[in-house]
């Protein structure tokens, strides 16, 4: 049972930055694939970006592509969100999650954090 604890959210301005992080407690860390996804108010939740095990190759949705890069340290058991150029519709709660590699990025992780809210005033 992989147990996942995001933080680092908060209220920031439309513009600026913000770094999530999420440690798991897991100590084979490395053998999981990392993602984040977000829900706003009223809506679903929605892939936001994913890492291999290695951190190497990273995928994005189109919303938050350019302006969010998801990274990893395996030796701190941490996945990080830095989000630049913040917008409105981009507050939401945001959740990292994990899986064993296998099928697609976007889709079917298996373990989930609580969540750490992101508001980002106009």
């Known amino acids: 049972q992989v147990q996942l604890v995001e933080s680092g959210g908060g209220l920031v301005q439309a513009g600026g930055s913000m770094r999530l992080s999420c440690v798991a407690s897991?100590?084979?860390?490395?053998?999981?694939?990392m993602g984040w996804f977000r829900q706003a108010p009223g809506k679903e939740r929605e892939f936001v970006a994913a890492?291999?095990?290695?951190?190497?190759?990273?995928y994005y949705s189109d919303s938050v592509k350019g302006r969010f890069a998801i990274s990893r340290d395996n030796a701190r058991n941490t996945l990080y969100l830095q989000m630049n150029s913040l917008k409105p519709e981009d507050t939401a709660v945001y959740f990292c999650?994990?899986?064993?590699?296998?099928?697609?990025?976007?889709?079917?992780?298996?373990?989930w954090g609580q969540g750490t809210q992101v508001t980002v005033s106009s």
């Open positions: 890492c291999s095990w290695n951190g190497r190759r990273t």
């Open positions: 897991e100590r084979t860390f490395s053998s999981y694939t």
């Open positions: 999650a994990a899986k064993l590699p296998s099928g697609s990025y976007y889709a079917r992780y298996d373990y």
